[in-house]
């Protein structure tokens, strides 16, 4: 048994250090949410809203960005 955890210890590790960028998404949003349920105050909870709706808007900007290059490339190929 003893065995059995060392090895999927060992594949954990060795998933982490080759997905360092996912690992850190992961270990973040934790952190967030965790922070979010068990600590927040409501000033808090108002300024992480504030800042949602900033990242919202970047993300539809950078959305709309993508659609439109594509929509310019399949002009040109056509």
Not at 4 to 24: I, L, P, V, Y
Not at 33 to 62: C, H, M, P, Y
Request: aromatic content about 4%; hydrophobic content about 25%.
């Amino acid at each position: 048994m003893e065995e059995a955890k060392n090895s999927q210890t060992e594949a954990n590790k060795r998933w982490q250090e080759s997905n360092r960028e996912r690992t850190r998404y992961l270990r973040n949003r934790s952190t967030s949410r965790s922070f979010i349920k068990k600590q927040a105050t409501e000033a808090d909870l108002n300024e992480l809203q504030d800042l949602i709706n900033e990242r919202k808007k970047d993300l539809v900007g950078i959305e709309k960005d993508s659609e439109n290059n594509t929509e310019k490339l399949i002009d040109k190929l056509i």
